[in-house]
């Protein structure tokens, strides 16, 4: 625990956890936040750590940031989700002090961030390459950061061999960062970046240079890191999976903006528009006209679909308006074509595709419109009454309550 | 299962090696190890008047015995006549400074280089490799033209009226250093860039990030990373200019001892090839040691 520092220490910053965790009374900032349920931005009443207003960043008269205004709060684990040439890395590095926004205000704590230089900021970053020294050891590296503060020399020492402790590598304080594996680099740089202590950790796509099995563990490590530590982390990542397992909240960018803020199952559920809904995992869309809306429930009117679609709940366009919804592929169910679907939607289609995950399934359905659904559904093993064939009539459909309405 | 595929006529798994190491190999025997065995050998010999002018290390005597006459004089004649010690100490303290000034004015400039626009770098070293497209000979006298009194310099400086006496600058030891700086400082920069190049600039920034200052962050960094530029850069201008012959003798003045005019003066002026070859031996012998020194514990640093 980077946070149990000796008394008379410089730094005072509140946002240091207790070790066993007896000051969550008291720091109500520090519940670690996915478990608790604790949602600070829900909030009105607590001030947000890292502002971000109206930040515009361009290149060679193109917006790599356009105009993007974020609340960030203590504690939080934040992802910037987007595909390459987004600006979420862009973003990252204005606030670390790398680039310097072309307008807009970053605010930290109420200390205004622009004008301070990378080395003046009272927060740190961890890079996607690592950027580890290579002619210094371990040990060198990571008390890089505390000697440049003047840190005395035996309190080094000790926040270097704890934070080391932290990320399982004390036994290898002395070698050089080429004798060290991919993972344990990673573990060096986050070690490095946190022994400073600093407010807000931000991490430019921490693992992506890990191999599947071994980002998929670190994911864990690095959340439980997190919450031992108590640092808002603000992470850069393309990798959707990744942001949906670790955050506690993601806001996906496209082309400069933020085109939407929310929990991973905000986002997941109720994608706002195509782009997050197409981007976060896949999704059916379906398009029509209006037709029906009731305060308990609406409808569509779609010729891909074959009629209408039912959706449990108002929509709050008017009569005629021509709307979006989107249907996740494990929420559409597939029968037999015999089994009757007592299913407000359904429709009969042929099996156009089968594929095989292992620990579930994907079916290609193409209905009578031609337009091919896509299904996924658990691996509950092959009996009689799921195994389908290729060209064979089934049924499919969903709940009125699965589908959501999708901006264009 | 098949572990090796060969095809016919193909080598086998090192086989080819030893050809592709025989030409350096070869090269290396031909232009350097063998002209140098001569040399050692005439530096065992001491000076006739014959052609060559030479006593012959190997002879046979009256009645047939086989003699075989090494003199070491030579060798002790050069470490106690002070000439030689003279030459070859202001050589090494010329080579020193050349130098020690070429990485000062090199490092910079290399620096620069490799950090400018990509689209720049290309022209930038262009201008630093142009001047070995003009005769070295022609740049040294080009010297001094810029360097004697009624030079470019010396009427500059006069007809602003900062001096009212053209100022002593040629045929002295400050006018070799001139011309020696100049011609070496690309052989400093070009090694010094490439290794500067290649730098990762994210290490700076990690530097930054973690509270160093630009200075700071260049001297934990950049200059520890650049190191072994610098040392390839140094050996690069301070073995030539050990044995620097023209500078010395265009621009130096007339008291100006180097081992290059020492050399040429007994081969030439004295006819006496066996002091030569020695002060050459000796050379070899002064330069060869400290770098095997130095490559022995590079390689060892880079094992630890």
């Known amino acids: 625990m980077i946070a149990d520092e000796p008394a008379g220490s410089s730094s005072a910053n509140p946002s240091q956890a ?84 072309d307008s807009g ?16 900021r009272p927060l740190n970053m961890m890079f996607q390459s690592y950027a580890l020294f290579p002619h210094m050891t371990v040990e060198n590296n990571i008390a890089f950061g505390l000697r440049r503060d003047g840190v005395p020399k035996d309190e080094v020492a000790e926040r270097v061999s704890k934070v080391l402790d932290l990320v399982q590598l004390s036994e290898f304080a002395s070698r050089k960062p080429s004798q060290l594996s991919g993972g344990q680099r990673q573990r060096v740089a986050l070690a490095r ?19 599947k099995k071994l980002r ?48 991973p199952a905000e986002i997941y559920e ?35 679909w074959g009629g209408k679609i039912q959706v449990g709940r108002a929509i709050g366009y008017s009569l005629g308006h021509n709307t979006t919804l989107g249907i996740r592929p494990e929420k559409v ?76 | 299962m098949i572990r090796h595929v060969r095809f016919l006529g193909s080598p086998k798994p090192g086989e080819g090696r030893i050809w592709v190491i025989a030409g350096p190999f ?87 280089i490799a950090t400018t626009k990509e689209t720049l770098r290309g022209p930038l070293l262009m201008l630093v490799i142009m001047p070995f497209w003009t005769s070295f000979l022609i740049r040294v006298y080009a010297w001094i033209g810029i360097l004697k009194p009624n030079g470019l310099i010396n009427n500059f400086l006069m007809s602003l009226g900062l001096i009212n006496h053209p100022l002593d600058i040629l045929n002295n030891q400050f006018s070799v250093y001139v011309g020696m700086v100049y011609a070496y400082l690309p052989f400093m920069i070009l090694p010094l860039y490439s290794c500067l190049e290649k730098m990762d600039h994210s290490l700076l920034e990690a530097a930054n990030d973690l509270g160093a200052r630009p200075i700071r962050a260049f001297v934990s960094i950049t200059l520890p990373l650049s190191l072994p530029g610098i040392i390839a850069g140094s050996l690069l201008v301070f073995i030539p200019a050990v044995g620097e012959y023209i500078i010395p ?32 031996v000796a050379l070899i012998v002064l330069l060869v040691g400290p770098l095997m020194l130095l490559q022995h514990f590079q390689s060892k640093g880079e094992r630890s």
């Open chain 1, 193 to 211: 970046s946190l022994v400073k202590r600093p407010s807000v950790l931000l991490l430019d796509e921490p693992l992506s240079a890990l191999d």
């Open chain 1, 333 to 408: 169910r597939i029968a037999k074509i015999h089994d009757p679907m007592a299913l407000a939607n359904r429709a009969v289609g042929r099996m156009k595709d089968i594929a095989y995950l292992g620990n579930s399934l994907v079916y290609h359905v193409a209905l009578q419109s031609g337009k091919v659904l896509k299904i996924t559904s658990p691996n509950l093993g092959s009996t009689s009454d799921r195994q389908f064939v290729r060209d064979e009539e089934v049924h499919v459909g969903w709940a009125p309550n699965a589908c959501v309405v999708v901006e264009p």
């Open chain 1, 216 to 263: 998929e563990a670190t994911q864990y490590e690095l959340v439980n890191i997190q919450q031992q530590v108590g640092i808002t982390f603000i992470m850069v990542t393309h990798d959707q999976e990744e942001a949906m397992t670790m955050s506690t909240r993601i806001a996906v960018m496209d082309k400069g903006k933020i085109v939407q803020v929310g929990s």
């Open chain 2, 26 to 112: 070869l090269w290396f025997m031909i232009f350097f190890v063998i002209p140098f065995v001569v040399v050692a050998k005439i530096s065992l010999s001491t000076a006739a008047v014959s052609i060559p002018p030479y006593v012959p290390l190997v002879g046979w005597g009256e009645d047939g015995t086989l003699n075989i006459a090494l003199h070491f004089g030579n060798y002790h004649f050069l470490l106690t006549d002070p000439e030689y010690v003279i030459a070859y100490l202001s050589s090494l303290r010329n080579a020193a400074v050349t130098s020690l000034v070429t990485l000062l004015i090199g490092y910079p400039v290399a620096y620069a």
């Open chain 1, 18 to 101: 207790e070790p066993n965790g007896k000051g969550r009374e008291c720091i109500p900032e520090m519940l670690t936040i996915s478990q608790d349920g604790y949602q600070p931005w829900t909030d009105a009443g607590i001030e947000p750590q890292l502002r971000i207003e109206n930040i515009v960043k361009s290149f060679d008269g193109f917006n790599a940031v356009d105009n993007v205004s974020l609340d960030i709060y203590r504690g939080e684990f934040f992802s910037l989700l987007g595909g390459s040439g987004c600006g979420k890395t862009t973003l990252l590095r204005m606030l670390a002090g790398f680039l310097t926004p």
């Open chain 1, 105 to 120: 205000s970053l605010s930290m704590d109420g200390l205004d961030l622009v004008p301070l230089p990378p080395y003046e």
């Open chain 2, 249 to 280: 003798t265009l621009l130096g003045g007339a008291d100006t001892l180097t081992i290059g005019t020492v050399l040429w003066n007994e081969f030439f002026g004295n006819r006496d090839w066996p002091v030569a070859s020695t002060v050459a």
């Open chain 1, 270 to 304: 109720y994608p706002q528009n195509r782009f997050v809904a197409t981007f976060i995992g896949s999704v059916n869309l379906f398009e029509g006209p209006l037709v029906e809306n009731q305060t308990d429930h609406a409808a569509i009117e779609s010729d891909e």
